[in-house]
């Protein structure tokens, strides 16, 4: 996901951003392999402040009955591109190192790092998930079965 310093020098508001990602990680898989965010950009003091959204498309297997599930919410992400390597003054945000002399920055890692944290420990389609039946297999949540 590569930003032009041009169009950070320009800003931006709500620019949708959509890139093919497949990642190695099998506990993040993206759903289309695609990767799509909202952001706007706007100067701080040693360079951007990013702030928006990343759509999390991230494709969950359930721990009960083991089908894949997409839960396709809007993960709020706030982050600083800055020229300083140790910037004090960022307070709670992500800092993103970037040389005065880049034309260009890419996203690609922190996205992915806000994503990974969205990862559930435990996965559940949803909080009444009947899960698989132990003797047949059935997926509880379609039918039920007469063992
Ligand atoms: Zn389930
Ligand atoms: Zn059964």
Redesign the pocket.
Known sequence: MIVLRSDLLTGFKNKLFEIELKTTDNNLVLENNKLTCQLSSKPSKHGFKISGFIFNNIVNCCDRCLQKYVLNNKIKLTFLISNQKNDNIVGNYDLLYWSDKADRVNLKDILLETLFVEVPLKKLCSNNCKGI??????N?NNKT???
């Open positions: 039946c132990l003797d047949c297999g059935n509880l079965c007469s063992c």
